[in-house]
């Protein structure tokens, strides 16, 4: 359940417009709710700031759209990462105004209004091979209410495309960097800014790479200080902990205004 829906009925029930009973009744599936397949957490927003994220991988089309269904039905946005073509279709048949984004390979819904962020996340990647990662990071900020700045194609054997835009890059509160290879842009890019970097290992590229273990021991090695790294291909995971620090950082600001 969304935190606005639950005040909502702690509202009206405290004003005498809802009986008891009917707020018992539809706060009867929190925390969560078991399905043959799933159990659905409708308390993650309460907790944690955003809606259960649905991993498809591994999931039939079935399971992901009554998953989705179940989400939905409590009024937060959804997001379902990793999603394929098919899982879209079986979506988008349950009449929800679903949206797939094929690059991220991301479905999305929003029903909540969108209240962006005053602070940018800058979205930085080495080459057009790590788009699909950098984008599971961008639909992660975006459906989380940030506000994004992409820096594309900057990967280190250019590196004038990336000084080209540092004075930008540094305006940022977070930076996420996605590279595969290497990995040496996320060391380049901590070592030019002063806000928080978090590196995201991609599995592109030649077979020495390992996968994306190449570039995973080179973030993890990297001699900038201010430097996290997520697990390999982990767009949604270097996102949402990017929106996490911005949320917090945005939070503090205000706190602080007379």
């Not at 009554?66 to 999603?83: C, F």
Request: glycine fraction near 10%.
């Amino acid at each position: 359940m969304h935190p606005e829906q639950l005040k909502s009925i702690l509202v009206r029930v405290q004003k005498g417009e809802l009986p008891v009973g009917d707020a018992m009744s539809a706060l009867a599936k929190i925390p969560f709710e078991t399905l043959d397949y799933a159990k659905v957490d409708h308390h993650r927003a309460l907790r944690c700031g955003f809606p259960e994220v649905i991993l498809c991988q591994g999931k039939t089309p079935a399971q992901v759209s009554g998953i989705i269904e179940k989400l939905a039905a409590a009024g937060g946005n959804v997001l379902a990462t990793r999603a394929s073509a098919e899982h879209y279709s079986a979506v988008s048949a349950t009449g929800l105004a679903v949206t797939y984004d094929e690059v991220s390979r991301c479905i999305t819904l929003r029903q909540q209004a969108s209240r962006r962020s005053q602070g940018t996340i800058a979205l930085v990647c080495a080459g057009t091979g790590d788009l699909p990662v950098i984008e599971e990071a961008r639909v992660t900020c975006d459906i989380m209410d940030q506000r994004t700045a992409s820096y594309y194609d900057v990967g280190v054997a250019g590196i004038h495309r990336l000084l080209a835009h540092t004075e930008e890059i540094r305006r940022a509160r977070v930076v996420v960097v996605a590279a595969g290879m290497e990995g040496a842009l996320a060391s380049v890019v901590g070592g030019l800014v002063e806000a928080p970097v978090i590196a995201v290992p991609t599995s592109v590229g030649y077979g020495a790479s390992f996968k994306g273990l190449a570039p995973l021991l080179t973030m993890l090695n990297g001699c900038a200080p201010g430097v996290s790294v997520v697990n390999i291909d982990n767009g949604f995971g270097a996102g949402y902990l990017a929106s996490m620090i911005n949320r917090m950082a945005e939070s503090a600001s205000e706190a602080q205004r007379p």
